[in-house]
Structure formats: structure tokens, C-alpha cells
């Protein structure tokens, strides 16, 4: 994944469309933060700090380093669903999930790529500490948008048959 990658107005679309996900009661249950430009390099040197910490080999810490360098612009995605409301944590969860997914149909419409990751810093007390999420808050994932550098490989799919039936 490479550039060019959504510019402002691009990125404000895709925004939008993640944002028009479906969400019982309005609530809104999720927020994003987008690394472009020298924010990525930032986030990288949170990710080595935090992979420094738990005591990885100074290898795994420089590639940590360079991790948000993988595309031109990340965005993370994080729920922030309300405990102790009429509606349950698990549909406002879900709708972080439909955000997610709708920012990469949104950024494939427009001719992009996309890579929707968590993997252990999405996890990572000191990563979401500096990334400033709130108690409660979970990182529903990072999404890493680009330009594709080399043909895209088609993953294995379900058979319908075997994950489809009628009531």
C-alpha cells in the first residue's frame, strides 16, 4: 500500500460514510482519530515505546517504530459504547463494527485500498492511554488506507451453501 491516499476532501467523505453506520438510538457509540503525515510517525514511536516496555528484541521495537509508515493515512476507529443505557453495549459495539466497514467500502468506491487491523497495540494499555481513549473505550480497530503498489490477492471465501439456511 502506497500513495497517494484520500486527500482532505476524499477523507472527510469517507468520514461521513463510516459515520452514516447503523446505530440504534442515535448515540453515536464510537469516535476516530486519523494519522496523516508526521501523526503517523508519532503513533510509531508510541507503538516502539509500548513494545520497548514489554521487552521486545530492539528489532521488533524499530519495526514497531515504522508500523504506522505502512499507508498514508490510518484510521482508528474507536467504540465508545455506553454501559447502563436502554440500548445494549452489544448493538452500540456493532456499530462501531458497521463504521469500520463502511470506511473501507467508502475508500474502495473512490478507488483506494484498505486494511482493517487491530492486532496487539489496538489492546495495548500504554498504546490507548496515549492515544488518549477514555475508560471504557475500546479501539475497534485500525484502518489503513493507500493506494495498491501491487495486485491485490483474493482470500479464501465460504461456501454460501455450508453458512446459509432457511427458517
Not at 510517525?41 to 514497531?64: F, H, M, P, S, W
Not at 515504522?66 to 499507508?71: E, I, T
Not at 492511554?129 to 479501539?139: C, S
Request: overall charge negative.
Amino acid at each position: 500500500m502506497g500513495e497517494p491516499g484520500p486527500d482532505k476532501k476524499q477523507l472527510a467523505d469517507i468520514l461521513q460514510a463510516g459515520a452514516r453506520a447503523p446505530d440504534h438510538g442515535k448515540l453515536f457509540p464510537w469516535r476516530f482519530i486519523v494519522f496523516e503525515d508526521e501523526g503517523r510517525k508519532r503513533a510509531g514511536e508510541i507503538l516502539a515505546q509500548a513494545a520497548k516496555a514489554d521487552g521486545e528484541r530492539d528489532k521488533q521495537v524499530e519495526e514497531e517504530s515504522r508500523r504506522f509508515l505502512r499507508a498514508p493515512v490510518i484510521i482508528c476507529v474507536i467504540s465508545a459504547a455506553r454501559e447502563q443505557h436502554k440500548i445494549p453495549v452489544w448493538e452500540q459495539e456493532l456499530s462501531a463494527g458497521a463504521v469500520c466497514q463502511n470506511i473501507l467500502v467508502a475508500a474502495t468506491a473512490l478507488g483506494f485500498v484498505g486494511q482493517w487491523v487491530t492486532e496487539w497495540y489496538a489492546y495495548h494499555p500504554m498504546v490507548k492511554e496515549e492515544l488518549g481513549l477514555k475508560p471504557g473505550e475500546r479501539i475497534a480497530g485500525f484502518i489503513y488506507l493507500g493506494t495498491a503498489t501491487e495486485d491485490l490477492e483474493e482470500r479464501p471465501r465460504p461456501q454460501m451453501d455450508k453458512i446459509v439456511s432457511r427458517f
